[in-house]
């Protein structure tokens, strides 16, 4: 596997997005303005991808926000998930980031958990997914 960095969303994490949140979990508004000032990460398998992720500098929160963390289909349990995650905290570290958040839906809170994130705040919608801000420090 190989992850590669971007500075604008790449139609790979495109394609992988629509795939995961669209087709399979029903929500409606996948993109959006962050998009345009996020570093996007994918992974590769070989030239297939079959990962992604989003970073970007939430004020508000103080820290580091990863988002749209999917894996297709085809690729899950093989701890891809958990490779992603890894990749985008070395990439805030090598920023000096000390902060890392995620907006987890409360159904995969214990991935988060398993790499050191708890979780801050109440559960809270999005669309219609519950969801929960998770933090670690780095």
């Known amino acids: 596997m190989i992850t590669r960095q971007y500075s604008y969303l790449p139609e790979a994490a495109k394609t992988i997005r629509l795939s ?3 087709d399979e979990q029903g ?3 996948e993109f959006d303005d962050i998009d345009n000032r996020a570093v996007h ?3 590769y398998d070989d030239t297939v991808p ?3 992720c989003r970073i ?3 004020n508000e929160k ?3 926000m990863v988002g749209r963390v999917a894996v297709v289909k085809e690729y899950r349990s093989k701890h891809l ?3 992603m995650m890894i990749e985008a905290e070395n990439h805030i ?3 000096g980031g000390k902060t890392i958040a995620v907006s987890a839906q409360c159904r995969v809170s214990d991935f988060y958990k398993k790499l050191g994130f708890s979780e801050e705040g109440e559960m809270y919608y999005d669309e219609f997914c519950p969801h929960i801000l998770m933090k670690k420090e780095l």
């Open 93 to 95: 570290k090598n920023i």
């Open 27 to 29: 929500f409606e508004v």
């Open 81 to 83: 998930g958990s490779l």
């Open 50 to 52: 079959v990962a992604t």
């Open 56 to 58: 970007f500098y939430d």
């Open 20 to 22: 995961v949140f669209i």
């Open 62 to 64: 103080r820290a580091y």
């Open 41 to 43: 990460l994918v992974m």
